[in-house]
Every structure is written in structure tokens, then in C-alpha cells.
């Protein structure tokens, strides 16, 4: 093969310049990948690698809406539809003022390699909108997911593209956006998951992402023959993963020092207790108030845009955003003895940190494999709502559970080197093994 890495990965960069999250997202995947690309070159042959970055669909869409003083109003709505290779595109939606192309293609293309390790036929997309919840009344976001649904609408389905929800997408958003889907097909179907219980939805599936992410770091630090009781635990977030991260934490007897948002950190010397967690949720759900509103309550310490990263932990859980983890917190992190990091936000961690965590030989667990919990409940929903059932939620987190350590042994499967197990290798390469044998079977397309 004449082309380097660098090569490469400098003529993707020239092709999309201003897509900087997505460049980071395929650079960390090929790094991992090219070796292997080296010895098999039918990979680059048969365009896999190109046919894997480049999205088989991009759809881009103005939605408007009218707001609450009876202004019309503009937003930016996109879908992008990465790979269906081993079944209909599956991700969620993002409503955030940060949304734009790059920033869903990285997660449609992370998305792609994350489903195909869950073992369940799902291929990967993302999409979303420029739009901002925060300080919209509910008419006004009522209004908006209906725009947004209206053009939606004719890309989704059931077997076509299952959207779920992400940041600023929460169950109120999915009632909206499922309630006019309805409308306008007339059907009941999964072409949306995360639906409420009453129309459709699953048990577990607020949970599944959070639980999952706690599931996957017990089977990491069953490797070394630790478990997570007596552990101190920096979280960082304060949305529906990093909170039920904390719940399930606290179950098992974990010490979680902190938690975070926009404005800081909310740091728990001596461990959240399950009265501290029930205001925090509170405050964030019910409130919509800042972690600076709980200083100096019942011990609790707030510092003010502070992230979590140089407080002493053994396990630190990322769960805020992408590149909230840089190369000077990891190496904070290890000189205060972490032995543990697992991704529960969609690539957190810089390339940077991730180099250092891996070069400590620490157990490192990518958000790709991970975070996985919450498209596994996602396709359990869809398998219900095909039959026509609904299972019990002790049937669902034991099917969570045996999804995740599957997914931890495909990544000891393929990562495992002699002294170590390399979860980012191991992860990348298991999730394009089923992609590129998918692809190679159904021709070029």
C-alpha cells in the first residue's frame, strides 16, 4: 500500500476542512485500524475505508418555526445517515446550539462502529438541529419538533432509520417529534426509540445508557480482580447518563466524589450520598438550576468552572461532552493514581489523553464500546414493539447486561496484547470486522 496514514489522514482533512471533531474521530479509528489495512490490503481495494467515512446520505433542512411573541424563527435540521451495512441507521438526535455538520458526522461514524459491537442488526446515524431548549417554553419546543419532524419524516422508518434522543433530546422532545411522525403516517411503528412507556417505550431505556456504562467498568476491573465497592469515583455531567452512572455506582457501593455541569464541579469528599443524589436530580430535572445553587449543601462543595479531573479518584467516568478531557487532565489524572477511566460521553477524551491513559497501560474503556447501553435498550425496544410486547425490567437489564459483557469480550477478543488488553484496539477492530465483512458481501454500493 503506497499511502501513509498521515497521508491520509491529511487528504480527508483538505476534502472537509472545517469538520475538525470528525477528523478526530477517524483518526483515532484508523490509528487503531492501519496495520491490520497494511497486511489486507483488498480493505483499500474494495473502498471500504473511503466508503466508510464518506456518509451514504447527508440530508440538510431548514426548519421553521414560530415562536411564543408570534416571530417566525429559522433553525438549521440535519440527518445524517453514516452506514446501513448490517441494518437500518440507528442514533440519536442532538438539539444544541454547537450542532453542525462535523460535529454529526463524528458521531454518526463513531455510532456505526458502537452498534455493530452490540451484536444487534443496526447500522449508525445522527442528527439534530441548532436549536436550543434551554429557556423555550413548551409550545415553543412543541412547535419546533413538529417543523423539524415534517421534513424528518419522509427519511425515517422502521427499517429505514431509527432516530432516538440525545443531548437537548429528552422525553418531551420525543413525544413531540413521535406524536406528529404519527400524524403524518398515520402508524404506530419504532421508527423513533426512547418513547414514553405509554405509547411504545421501553423500561430501562432512561437508564440503559448510564447502567451500561457502570456494567462495562465492573467487567474491566474484573480483569485485575477489583470490583467497584470502596472505589472513589470522579463523574463528570449531570444529564441522564451521568446521573444514573451515579445511581448505579452508589448500588454497588462505589464513593462518587463528584459530579459537574456548565458552570463547575460539585465535589463530595466523602462520597454522594443517595439523599445529595435525589437533590441533584431534582435540581436538574425538575428546577433546571446550576450546580452552584447546592454549595455548601449537606457537605457538599462547589468550584466554580473547575472540571473534576484534578481531584484524587481510582475510576474517573467522563459523561459531559466531547473533548471535555484533555492530555494535561490525564496525566493529572494518573499522577493522582486513576487506574480507570470509562467513557460514557461520545469521544470525551482528546487523542492526546487517550495516548497517555494507553502508553500508562491503565484500563481504559473507548465511549464506543462503553456507552453502548443505551442503542442496545434502544433495538430491545424496537424487537418489542415488532411483537407487540413489553417485557419487565428484570428481563431487560439482564439482556443489558449480557450485551455488555459481550461487548467487553470482543474487545479483550481483538485488543488483547501481552501484557495488557487494549479496549481502543480491541473495540475498532471488532466493530469493523462485522461492518467491512457486511460491506465486502453486498458488493460496492
Known amino acids: 500500500m503506497s499511502q501513509t496514514l498521515s497521508e491520509y489522514i491529511k487528504e480527508m482533512q483538505q476534502r472537509d476542512e472545517d469538520q475538525p471533531e470528525f477528523h478526530q474521530a477517524v483518526e483515532e479509528v484508523l490509528t487503531s485500524l492501519w496495520p491490520m489495512l497494511e497486511e489486507n490490503p483488498e480493505y483499500f481495494d474494495n473502498g471500504i475505508i473511503d466508503r466508510l467515512i464518506e456518509p451514504e446520505r447527508t440530508i440538510i433542512f431548514r426548519v421553521p418555526w414560530v415562536d411564543d411573541a408570534g416571530k417566525v424563527r429559522v433553525n438549521r435540521g440535519y440527518r445524517v445517515q453514516m452506514n446501513s451495512a448490517i441494518g437500518p441507521y440507528k442514533g440519536g438526535l442532538r438539539f444544541h446550539p454547537s450542532v ?8 454518526a461514524f463513531e455510532q456505526v462502529f458502537k452498534n455493530a459491537l452490540t451484536t444487534l442488526p443496526l447500522g449508525g446515524g445522527k442528527g439534530g438541529a441548532d436549536f436550543d431548549p434551554k429557556g423555550r417554553s413548551n409550545g415553543e419546543i412543541m412547535r419546533f419538533c413538529q417543523s423539524f419532524m415534517t421534513e424528518l419524516s419522509r427519511h425515517i422508518g422502521e427499517d429505514l432509520d431509527v432516530p432516538a434522543g440525545d443531548i437537548g433530546v429528552g422525553p418531551r422532545e420525543i413525544g413531540y417529534l413521535y406524536g406528529q411522525y404519527r400524524r403524518l403516517s398515520n402508524r404506530n411503528t419504532s421508527a423513533l426509540s426512547g418513547k414514553g412507556l405509554s405509547y411504545g417505550g421501553s423500561l430501562l431505556r ?51 466524589v463528584s459530579m459537574s455541569d456548565s458552570t463547575g464541579t460539585l465535589h463530595s469528599p466523602d462520597g454522594l450520598t443517595d439523599d445529595q443524589w435525589q437533590a441533584i436530580v431534582e435540581l436538574k430535572n425538575s428546577k433546571g438550576g446550576s450546580f452552584k445553587d447546592l454549595d455548601q449543601h449537606n457537605g457538599l462543595h462547589f468550584l466554580e468552572k473547575q472540571t473534576p479531573w484534578h481531584l484524587e479518584c481510582d475510576i474517573a467516568i467522563p459523561c459531559a461532552t466531547q473533548n471535555e478531557l484533555n492530555g494535561d487532565d490525564a496525566r493529572t489524572l494518573l499522577d493522582n493514581g486513576c487506574q480507570c477511566v470509562t467513557e460514557g460521553a461520545n469521544m470525551p477524551s482528546t487523542n492526546e489523553a487517550v495516548e497517555a491513559f494507553q502508553q500508562a497501560r491503565i484500563l481504559f474503556g473507548p465511549g464506543k464500546a462503553a456507552n453502548a447501553g443505551g442503542v442496545a435498550v434502544s433495538g430491545l ?19 443489558l447486561q449480557e450485551i455488555m459483557s459481550c461487548i467487553h469480550e470482543s474487545c479483550v477478543e481483538y485488543g488483547k496484547q501481552q501484557d495488557h488488553i487494549d479496549y481502543v484496539k480491541g473495540a475498532n477492530l471488532a466493530g469493523f470486522a462485522k461492518v467491512a465483512e457486511a460491506m465486502l458481501a453486498q458488493g460496492v454500493i
Open 206 to 256: 432512561t437508564e440503559a445508557t448510564g447502567y451500561g456504562v457502570v456494567y462495562f467498568t465492573q467487567r474491566m476491573l474484573n480483569t485485575r480482580s477489583i470490583g467497584i465497592e470502596g472505589q472513589r469515583i470522579a463523574v463528570s455531567g449531570a444529564g441522564n447518563v451521568a446521573q444514573h452512572v451515579v445511581y448505579k455506582l452508589l448500588q454497588l457501593g462505589g464513593i462518587v
Open 100 to 107: 453542525d455538520l462535523g460535529v454529526l458526522k463524528f458521531l
Open 381 to 399: 425496544e424496537m424487537a418489542q414493539n415488532a411483537m407487540h410486547l413489553h417485557w419487565n425490567a428484570k428481563k431487560i437489564d439482564e439482556r
